[in-house]
């Protein structure tokens, strides 16, 4: 099993819809969980960090369910923009230094 | 313009040509780290530092070694390229760690023949 996954895609979305991920992680000391959003052959890019009690940011939504090991993200009224490859990112237990990137899920927002 | 910046961006090479990835930052940041990325893999650490003089090895090592002579500069270097280390390569800093935000490099666009 990997350390972290997710499913793959893609998700193809029309414009103004409401799409979510999942993704689940197998460390159950895991303290640090993010999403980062990578652009075609574009370096990665901090999209929000997740927090216990859940953050949102504009049209984006995480949420961290540390019973059941999985966090979301939740994108409302999609943009054509937001067309990209979402990468869950998890701390490796014990680790401030070591992070675990899932292999990501691209989503396709069609007009 | 705070960045992370790496050199050659693509680089077509043979097998055993030794060859250096240049990785630099400027937001005078503690921790740097390579990564690979192949598709269906996502980003695999191959070394990670965590200050000047400071480094470790990441989930894949082999075949790899690095350096941290300087608080800015992370070059990664292949020895002895072989065509399983065909990948796509990002250089990261961050202010200390994993629990920071990382902040990539462009990459670099590695082949091997």
């Known amino acids: 099993r990997k350390e972290v996954e997710q499913d793959p895609g893609p998700f193809n979305v029309p414009e103004g819809a409401t799409v979510a991920f999942n993704c689940t992680y197998s460390?159950?000391?895991?303290?640090?969980f993010f999403w980062y959003r990578q652009d075609c052959r574009k370096e990665p890019k901090l999209l929000m960090s997740v927090y216990s009690s859940g953050n949102e940011d504009g049209r984006f939504t995480a949420q961290l369910n540390r019973a059941s090991q999985y966090i979301s993200l939740l994108i409302r009224d999609s943009k054509l923009s937001d067309s990209a490859t979402y990468l869950c990112v998890v701390n490796r237990k014990d680790s401030n230094y070591q992070l675990i990137w899932g292999a990501g899920t691209k989503l396709i927002i069609k007009p | 313009e705070a960045q992370v910046t790496q050199n050659p961006r693509y680089l077509i090479t043979v097998t055993g040509k030794k060859l250096t990835v240049t990785c630099s930052q400027n937001m005078n940041h503690e921790y740097m780290s390579w990564y690979r990325q192949d598709p269906g893999l996502g980003l695999r650490q191959i070394y990670y530092s965590m200050n000047v003089e400071v480094t470790d090895k990441g989930d894949v090592p082999e075949g790899y070694k690095v350096s941290r002579k300087e608080k800015r500069n992370f070059p990664l270097i292949l020895e002895s390229p072989s065509p399983n280390q065909t990948s796509l390569y990002f250089c990261a800093s961050s202010l200390s760690g994993g629990n920071y935000e990382q902040y990539f490099g462009p990459g670099t666009r590695l082949t091997v023949t």
């Open positions: 460390n159950s000391a895991s303290q640090s």
